[in-house]
């Protein structure tokens, strides 16, 4: 499973629709400070769920969206897209079949939050399953943010272990037992 293309509309200082082509499993943004590089970071946890704004560095959600500049109206929605290259089905479940899998997240200014797969709409829970145990997801280690060495460095044995059981992919299962158990 590998993120191909990243696709952003009104999110933060992207107003105009712009698809970013992701050519390698290692990739480098640059660019003058201010040009937007930690916002595209911002997108990409966002549309995996993230849902508390401090992580994005805002106030509250509605941060996310485009809100005007000197000749250019607020957006009235932000959305972003994530495309990944499934071919080898690490995407399990339903989804298993597609080569490419597009996950999609809509905020809109009255506050609707939706989330698509493959333009179906979806819960935020379904995003968050078919990321679980991959290492992606808003808080996972596979997007590594400034700060976020220095965190693994510093943390405490218990928070240690998640990042552990997440590589392992034991967290899945521990999820999953946690449901159950609180039925
Ligand atoms: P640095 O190199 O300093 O880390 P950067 O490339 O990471 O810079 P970002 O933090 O991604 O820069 O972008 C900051 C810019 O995004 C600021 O100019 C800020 O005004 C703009 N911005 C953030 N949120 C919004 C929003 N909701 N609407 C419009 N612009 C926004
Ligand atoms: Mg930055």
């Known amino acids: 499973m590998r993120l191909t293309q990243i696709k952003l509309a009104g999110f933060k200082s992207f107003v105009d629709p712009v698809s970013f082509h992701v050519p390698g499993q290692l990739v480098g943004v640059v660019g003058p400070n201010g040009c937007g590089k930690s916002n595209i970071m911002d997108a990409t946890r966002w549309v995996l769920g993230e849902s508390k704004a401090s992580e994005l560095r805002g106030e509250s959600m509605h941060d996310v969206i485009f809100n005007g500049s000197g000749n250019r109206k607020p957006a009235a929605r932000a959305s972003v897209e994530l495309v990944f290259d499934n071919n080898d089905s690490r995407v399990a479940g339903q989804w298993s079949q597609y080569a ?84």
Do not use: C, H
Request: proline residues 2%.
């Open 100 to 183: 490419e899998i597009a996950v999609k997240r809509v905020l809109t200014r009255d506050g609707g939050s939706s989330y698509y797969i493959n333009n179906q709409q979806v819960r935020r829970r379904d995003v968050q399953d078919i990321f679980m145990g991959t290492g992606l997801g808003p808080r996972a280690y596979a997007i590594i943010g400034q700060g976020m060495i220095a965190r693994i460095i510093e943390a405490k044995p218990e928070e240690l272990r998640v990042f552990l059981e997440e590589a392992a992919g034991v967290s899945k299962y521990k999820e999953r037992r946690r449901e159950t158990e609180n039925r």
